[in-house]
C-alpha cells in the first residue's frame, strides 16, 4: 500500500515524518541553482563592462581575425 502525499506523489515505504527533510532539501537545492545564477549573471556583466571600458580607452584586443588582417594590409 502506498502513502498519497498531497503533491499528488504516492511512493510506497514513504513516512510523513521525512517530508520536512525533503523540504529542506528542496529549498536548499533552490538556494544553490540561485546562487549560482545570480553569480554567472554577475560574472558575465562584470566581464562586459571590463570589454566596454577596454573599448573606450583604446585597449582592445591585440589579435586581429583573418579577414581583419587581410582588409588592412589591402587598404595599404
Known amino acids: ?6 503533491r499528488g506523489r504516492a511512493t510506497a515505504g514513504d513516512k ?14 533552490r538556494q544553490i541553482v540561485h546562487n549560482a545564477i545570480l553569480q554567472a549573471v554577475r560574472q ?11 573599448t573606450r580607452d583604446g585597449r582592445g584586443s591585440l589579435q586581429l581575425g583573418v579577414g581583419e588582417l587581410t582588409k588592412k594590409h589591402e587598404k595599404k
Open 16 to 29: 510523513p515524518g521525512n517530508e520536512p527533510e525533503e523540504v529542506k532539501l528542496q529549498n536548499a537545492s
Open 44 to 54: 558575465v556583466s562584470q566581464e562586459s563592462q571590463q570589454r566596454e571600458e577596454r
Open 1 to 6: 500500500m502506498s502513502v498519497h502525499h498531497p
